[in-house]
């Protein structure tokens, strides 16, 4: 069975580990902070200013003054600090984040990815994807893995205008999880119930399957 949105969150929670310092991006990464171990520490970083992220407040409880870079309203943890953009985007281009985790349009076999623009419709800006993508070292795209017509978003060369050229590291998706290791996707689990087959169907890029693939543990 195909995990949702959650279901990915959760998967990709697994990745993060105690100390790192984490920027997650608009959408589906925002919902990582909900499902980070409670025995581990993390610190979750957003470009608008923000160190020391919680998960969403629940309903009722939101202060519309405290948001992330997609003007969601957040919580965040005792230790908590604002800061100004530059500051925020010092600590990024410094590379003192160790995980980003970014959602995407399209991601090429190569690691290339595309998350801010398709041509011919309004979008807000690009953010500060590009410099994420620039600084960091360790990218994690999570993502769904066909668009709305069921055509597949992991591609041999991405059609949209890039964010970053040769930088994502690991992909997870609504079906699987893959590693883009020498300029192809390397299948490293399924999603409960998928099959190898319909993960094969369903990506356009060069998948690499090595031996029995396990089911994500989640």
């Excluded at 908590?80 to 076999?109: C, N, P, Q, Y």
Aim: charged share 20%; glycine share 10%.
């Amino acid at each position: 069975m195909a995990l949702d949105k959650n279901g990915i969150a959760k998967r990709i929670a697994k990745e993060v580990k105690n100390g790192y310092y984490v920027n997650l991006g608009i959408g589906i990464p925002t919902l990582v902070a909900n499902f980070v171990r409670d025995d581990i520490e993390v610190e979750f970083q957003s470009e608008n200013g923000v160190l020391g992220m919680g998960p969403f407040p629940f309903e009722g409880e939101e202060d519309a003054d405290i948001i992330n870079a997609g003007k969601q309203t957040i919580t965040t943890l005792p230790g908590a600090s604002f800061f100004d953009s530059a500051t925020s985007f010092s600590m990024i281009r410094g590379k003192h984040v160790d995980l980003t985790i970014l959602g995407a349009m399209e991601v090429a076999e190569n690691g290339d990815i595309a998350n801010w623009k398709i041509p011919g419709k309004m979008v807000k800006g690009m953010g500060g994807a590009m410099d994420l993508v620039a600084s960091a070292e360790n990218i994690i795209v999570a993502m769904m893995h066909t668009n709305k017509r069921g055509e597949s978003k992991l591609l041999k060369k991405c059609s949209l205008p890039l964010t970053g050229v040769g930088c994502v590291t690991k992909i997870v998706t609504n079906l699987a999880v893959l590693e883009i290791k020498d300029h192809t996707f390397h299948l490293v689990e399924r999603a409960p119930g998928v099959s190898v087959e319909e993960i094969q169907a369903a990506t356009q890029g060069t998948l690499v399957v090595n031996g029995d693939v396990p089911e994500m543990d989640i």
